[in-house]
């Protein structure tokens, strides 16, 4: 039982350049969300999945775009990568019901010179 | 204004101590109340929750919540050197999608021996 997981793991891109993370969970979760964490702004959610086949906005969307594969796997895209978009990010699968416990990937650091 | 504000630390206390954390938020519509642990470079994890007012003890930890100051709390009795981590709390609107948590930015803690 892996959990959540995420590659790759670490990344160096140029700006302009575009890369895709992925993320997968096997806990049967309908709902899965993709965050950034920065020094001081703690995380914030980018974008979010709630069922399979559903994506809305989060608190920080511009620039990345989201695509459901299936249940399991959420993948970030990031078309034109920016300096403001050197992050770690963070996706998660959410249990269903409440409170919403959040199951974290070990995080993705992305570095945009 | 951020909703949530959490003082980001260090914190540091010698092993034994009461480490004692809080959050301050503005939302009153937040019902939900969790605290998730996050050792360096690792993702988040959830430590325990609390839904609406009141106090909840697990082992070595206690959070409370005092909705009417908009506050919430986490002590750590007997602290260990295994405790050194950032700790972030999150809230929730019942209302709000399950899993829809606002963050506060996190309080890293440093126990020493």
């Known amino acids: 039982n892996a959990g959540v997981t995420q590659t790759p793991k670490f990344q160096v891109l140029k700006t302009g350049q575009s890369m895709t993370l992925q993320c997968a969970q096997d806990?049967?979760?309908?709902?899965m969300y993709w965050y950034r964490q920065d020094p001081g702004m703690g995380l914030r959610l980018i974008y979010y999945s709630a069922s399979e086949g559903t994506t809305d906005k989060g608190e920080v969307p511009n620039g990345y775009n989201v695509s459901r594969l299936n249940k399991r796997e959420f993948s970030l895209r990031l078309e034109s990568a920016a300096p403001s978009q050197t992050s770690v990010y963070f996706c998660?699968?959410?249990?269903?019901?409440?409170?919403?416990?959040?199951?974290f990937g070990p995080g993705t650091r992305l570095t945009v010179l | 204004q951020k909703e949530v504000e959490q003082d980001p630390g260090p914190l540091s206390v010698p092993e034994g101590a009461i480490v004692s954390l809080n959050c301050t938020y503005s939302?009153?519509?937040?019902?939900?109340f969790m605290w998730y642990r996050q050792y360096s470079r690792k993702g988040p994890e959830l430590l325990m929750y609390?839904?609406?007012?009141g106090n909840k003890e697990d082992g070595r930890f206690t959070a409370q919540v005092d909705k009417s100051s908009k506050y919430i709390s986490l002590f750590i009795r007997d602290s260990q050197p295994s405790d050194s981590a950032t700790y972030l709390c999150?809230?929730?609107?019942?209302?709000?999608?399950?899993?829809?948590?606002?963050f506060g930015a996190g309080t890293q803690v440093v126990v020493t021996p």
């Open positions: 998660a699968s959410v249990r269903t019901g409440p409170p919403g416990e959040q199951f």
């Open positions: 806990m049967n979760h309908n709902s």
């Open positions: 999150a809230m929730s609107a019942a209302t709000d999608s399950w899993g829809k948590f606002q």
């Open positions: 939302n009153s519509a937040f019902q939900y």
């Open positions: 609390t839904y609406s007012s």
